[in-house]
């Protein structure tokens, strides 16, 4: 298929993109460039754009004959988000009704979402199904929520076809080492913990300890990037026989802010100094998903579920690019 990546030059949808390709389809990278770096989709066919501008949408849906969209182009800093509101349902939500009306318009009906697990805010029960009370606690999980009702009603009326895929954690570097996770400024615990490893940063921080949780910090599900692209092909697949697809990716498996901070010690052979800060306002002690769903509808396992195996892939890329993407 002929699919257009939005966000493509992103982390997530740099990985996706390679992964399309690999798979026999051919993908189109359409990015901003506000995030993403052109120097991981060099090998692709690229247009520097943005979802604002509805008659560039409408020439690239019909120049290059798409037949599905796949949409990694959200900001995506909860914390950024409570600050600045406005920009995230300016960029995630008008911009994405931007690209559902020019999808409309020219009859490109299949949409693969990059939803998240943000859409359920503070959850009653661990871990985290579908069926889970969705209620977000800041704009950016309210704006990635806003996106799916949006779908789900546009696929109601019968022009729409789509999967929001609800992402934990993602993690890693995919693409057999070569691609990896370059924020700038950077806010994922991993990176960040390479980064203190590597010198780049004189240390890394704690944010309580006092948790309900074996050692007192907060448990997150980590989903390696690949696995969570390969979910994403199985849904493309699936929506030739459902119109409406909703799914958690996660390994189920949770690791601890401090279990994280040890296997990068471990995986590096590197000593830095951690600290022990206040809580952060807002964070659940446990966050993990029951991803049963996917597993059961999509035959999607998650392959790469170890911390140590996730960790040496993102130490390795580090390691090979210490200034991130030359871009």
């Not at 029960?125 to 950016?140: F, G, L, S």
Request: hydrophobic content about 40%; charged content about 25%; proline content about 5%.
């Amino acid at each position: 298929m002929r699919v257009l990546v939005a966000g493509g030059a992103g982390y997530i949808g740099s990985n996706m993109t390679a992964m399309l390709a690999r798979a026999g389809h051919e993908p189109i990278v359409f990015d901003n460039l506000s995030k993403g770096h052109k120097a991981a989709v060099i090998e692709y066919e690229f247009v520097q754009g943005d979802l604002a501008d509805y008659d560039l949408l409408i020439e690239i849906l019909k120049k290059y004959k798409i037949e599905l969209v796949m949409h990694f182009a959200a900001l995506i800093e909860a914390g950024e988000s409570v600050e600045f509101p406005l920009k995230y349902y300016r960029n995630n939500v008008c911009n994405t009704r931007n690209l559902l009306g020019a999808m409309a318009e020219t009859g490109v009906k299949k949409f693969v979402f990059s939803s998240s697990a943000a859409v359920y805010g503070i959850p009653q029960k661990i871990p985290i199904a579908e069926d889970t009370p969705t209620n977000p606690i800041n704009p950016y999980g309210q704006t990635k929520l806003d996106v799916e009702r949006m779908c789900h009603f546009q696929s109601a009326a019968g022009r729409l076809m789509y999967a929001s895929l609800r992402y934990f954690n993602a993690c890693g570097a995919g693409a057999d080492g070569t691609l990896g996770e370059d924020h700038r400024p950077e806010s994922h615990l991993i990176p960040l913990t390479i980064q203190a490893a590597t010198g780049k940063r004189n240390n890394i921080e704690i944010y309580g300890t006092d948790y309900p949780t074996p050692d007192g910090t907060c448990i997150r599900d980590y989903i390696h990037i690949d696995d969570l692209c390969r979910a994403h092909l199985l849904a493309l697949a699936r929506l030739d026989e459902q119109a409406e697809l909703i799914y958690n990716l996660g390994n189920g498996e949770g690791y601890s802010v401090r279990k994280v901070i040890e296997t990068v010690k471990k995986v590096s052979g590197k000593d830095f100094e951690v600290l022990e800060v206040e809580r952060r306002p807002g964070d659940p002690p446990v966050l993990t998903a029951d991803a049963s769903k996917a597993r059961a509808q999509l035959g999607w396992e998650p392959k790469i579920g170890k911390l140590e195996d996730i960790v040496a892939g993102v130490w390795m890329w580090h390691n090979e690019h210490p200034n991130g993407y030359n871009d």
